[in-house]
C-alpha cells in the first residue's frame, strides 16, 4: 500500500479516524469485528510478559486463504518487525489484530488478546483506544475536510483519554514538533486541504504517538516520507517504546531499518510466518528459510550502518 498513512484508533465499535471525529467514524468504512474463533480462552491467560497474543489466524476471501493459520506473541516493550514480499499478508495481519479487515474478507482465530482485551469480542471504546494505535497507509483516507485539524488531532485524547482541551492540544502541538512539522499552531488551526498530504501523513503519526497506546501497529509509515524526517519518527517510535514501553509491531519492506528498530523479526511468505528470529541475528548466513535468504541478498543496503538515532529528552507530560 502506498500513499499518505492516517491513524486509526480503535474502538469497541470499530475504528475512530483521527479527523474524521468521532460521531462520524465510529466504524467509519463499515470495518466490523471479524475474528471469530472456537471457545475463547480467557486473554488473562497470557503471560504478564505478553502484551499481543494471536493464536492460528486465518484470513480468507471467500475460499482463498490469505493468511494461513499464523500465530506469533508480541511482548511488553517489544518491537517486532514484520517483513515479506508484496502480497505476503503483512497488512492483513495487521488489520485482523486491529479488527479492521475490508469488507469481503474474513477471519478466524483461536485467540486474539492486546493484554486482558479479547479483541474478538466488544471491548468499551476508551480502553481501546488505550490498547492499540494503528498508523497505516491509505490514499484514500482523508481528515474531515469541514473541522479543523486541532479538533480532530486532539479528539481521541479528549474523547478516550479524557484529557481537557488544552492539555490534549499541549501533547499533540509537542508531538506535531518532534515529527517536524511546521508551524504546528498554525496547521492546528487549519482545515486539511491547507496541508500537504505529507503534512497530513506526519500529523497522523504524532497524533498516534501522542496517545501512547500500548502497542502501536505500523504499517510503513514512513514509506512516502524523506529520508530525515523518516529518521526523526522511527526516533520517536524509539521514544515512545522506551519511555513508555509501547510495543510496536513495525511493518516495512527496509530489512536495513527492520533490523536496527525492531528486537525480532517475522518474515512472511505467501500468508504464513516462514521465519521468526532476533532482528540483530538476521543475515544471509544465519536465514533458513531459503524467501528470508533471498530477501536478505535483495536487500543491497543489508549492512548499511543505520541505528536509530539517539532518544532525545522528550516529555509529553
Ligand atoms: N480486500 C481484499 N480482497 C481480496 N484479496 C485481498 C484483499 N486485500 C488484500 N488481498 C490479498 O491478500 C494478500 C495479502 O495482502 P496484504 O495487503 O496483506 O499484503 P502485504 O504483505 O501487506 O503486501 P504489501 O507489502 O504490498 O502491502 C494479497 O494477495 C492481496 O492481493
Not at 505476503?88 to 477471519?107: F, I
Not at 496517545?211 to 524509539?238: G, S, Y
Amino acid at each position: 500500500m502506498a500513499g499518505p498513512a492516517f491513524l486509526i484508533v480503535l474502538t469497541g465499535l470499530g475504528a475512530v479516524l483521527i479527523g474524521d471525529g468521532l460521531a462520524a467514524a465510529a466504524n467509519p468504512r463499515g470495518h466490523t469485528a471479524r475474528v471469530r474463533g472456537g471457545t475463547p480462552p480467557a486473554a488473562q491467560e497470557g503471560t504478564s510478559d505478553q502484551l499481543a497474543d494471536v493464536r492460528d489466524l486465518w484470513i480468507h476471501a471467500g475460499d482463498t486463504p490469505l493468511v494461513k493459520g499464523i500465530s506469533f506473541g508480541i511482548g511488553r516493550g517489544e518491537i517486532v518487525g514484520i517483513v515479506g514480499e508484496s502480497g505476503s499478508g503483512k497488512t492483513l495481519t495487521a488489520m485482523s489484530l486491529a479488527r479492521l479487515l475490508p469488507d469481503g474478507l474474513t477471519s478466524t482465530a483461536s485467540r486474539m488478546a492486546v493484554g486482558d482485551l479479547d479483541l474478538r469480542r466488544p471491548v468499551p471504546p476508551a480502553l481501546m483506544a488505550e490498547a492499540v494505535s494503528l498508523i497505516y497507509q491509505d490514499p484514500g483516507s482523508t481528515f474531515n475536510p469541514a473541522l479543523r485539524m486541532g479538533t480532530q488531532l486532539t479528539e481521541v485524547l479528549r474523547t478516550h483519554k479524557r484529557l481537557g482541551g488544552r492539555e490534549a492540544a499541549r501533547r499533540i502541538l509537542d508531538a506535531l514538533r518532534v515529527v517536524h512539522l511546521t508551524r504546528p499552531e498554525q496547521r492546528m488551526k487549519q482545515h486539511p486541504h491547507e496541508l500537504s498530504g505529507g503534512m497530513r501523513q506526519r500529523a497522523m503519526i504524532a497524533a498516534a504517538l501522542a496517545v501512547e497506546p500500548r502497542l502501536i501497529i505500523a504499517d510503513e509509515p514512513t514509506t512516502a516520507l524523506d529520508v530525515t524526517v523518516q529518521a526523526e519518527i522511527l526516533r520517536e517510535l524509539k521514544r515512545v517504546n522506551r519511555e513508555f514501553g509501547a510495543s510496536i509491531m513495525f511493518i516495512s519492506h527496509d530489512i536495513g531499518v527492520v533490523r536496527a528498530l525492531c528486537d525480532r523479526v517475522l518474515v512472511m511468505y505467501r500468508g504464513e510466518i516462514v521465519e521468526e528470529v532476533v532482528a540483530a541475528e538476521l543475515t544471509v548466513e544465519t536465514a533458513r528459510h531459503p524467501y528470508t535468504r533471498a530477501l536478505l541478498e535483495a536487500t543491497p543496503d543489508i549492512d548499511a550502518s543505520w541505528t536509530p538515532p539517539r532518544t532525545k529528552e522528550h516529555s509529553h507530560g
